[in-house]
């Protein structure tokens, strides 16, 4: 089935430092969400966007809908141990409503 | 207030059964969604509803997979004649409407033998 590319695929950083996660599309999107998922567990919303060019926060995340419609990055600031996990991107396309995922960014924080 | 459900979480089954996948989507919400994801990737999308409204079918992977929501509440994913390729973790999610966000349900692991 069709994902998005979403990269990097994985990152190790340390605690404390920041982290980007971008994803990319052919397609133009008309919503871009953001969950996040841990092992075992369901993915959990984080930032929902809905316009072209909007730039929205949740704490210590940022996320954009790139100008295009077919990108968005998620920032995370002073990364802190329980933010490991996999990342997904996921949008919805014009005259549809179900979600197309990405591929998923593997974040691993050491202390 | 409670999340989006699904029973049974694990399911075994040998090859050629029927199995019955249920989603409880969060109360008041009017969009329904069922997804599969294989390990290490993201949910692929199977089906959606809309109240008991069957919208949108084109990711079921062949007939042997269906879906209903009668009362345009509970959902039941229904796989026919199981094969080992139907192994996965099948997502249920839900959205106030189908403009909104999807929540997600932790899912049922079926594991066909």
């Known amino acids: 089935g069709q994902q998005l590319n979403q990269s990097p695929q994985s990152m190790f950083i340390q605690e404390g430092e920041d982290v980007s996660m971008n994803c990319t599309s052919s397609?133009?999107?008309?919503?871009w969400l953001w969950y996040k998922q841990d092992p075992g567990e369901g993915p959990v919303l984080l930032i929902a966007l809905y316009k072209a060019g909007e730039l929205t926060s949740n704490g210590r995340l940022t996320a954009q809908f790139g100008i295009t419609r077919k990108d968005s990055f998620l920032n995370i600031s002073a990364s802190i141990p329980s933010d490991v996990g996999i990342y997904f991107c996921a949008g919805q396309l014009d005259n549809t409503d179900k979600l197309i995922f990405g591929t998923g960014t593997r974040l691993q924080v050491f202390p | 207030g409670a999340g989006v459900s699904q029973s049974p979480r694990y399911k075994v089954t040998k090859r050629g059964q029927d199995v019955a996948l249920r989603c409880d989507p969060i109360?008041?919400?009017?969009?329904l969604y069922w997804y599969r994801q294989a390990l290490g990737q993201g949910p692929e999308f199977l089906t959606y509803?809309?109240?008991?409204?069957?919208?949108?079918k084109s990711g079921l992977p062949n007939d042997r997979f269906s879906a209903e929501r009668p009362e345009g509440s509970i959902s039941t994913l229904t796989i026919q004649r199981t094969e080992q390729r139907d192994s996965a973790m099948y997502r249920c999610a839900s959205s106030f409407n189908p403009t909104y966000e999807q929540y997600f349900g932790p899912g049922t692991r079926l594991t066909v033998t």
């Open positions: 509803f809309n109240y008991e409204a069957q919208q949108d």
């Open positions: 397609s133009i999107f008309n919503t």
């Open positions: 109360s008041g919400h009017v969009s």
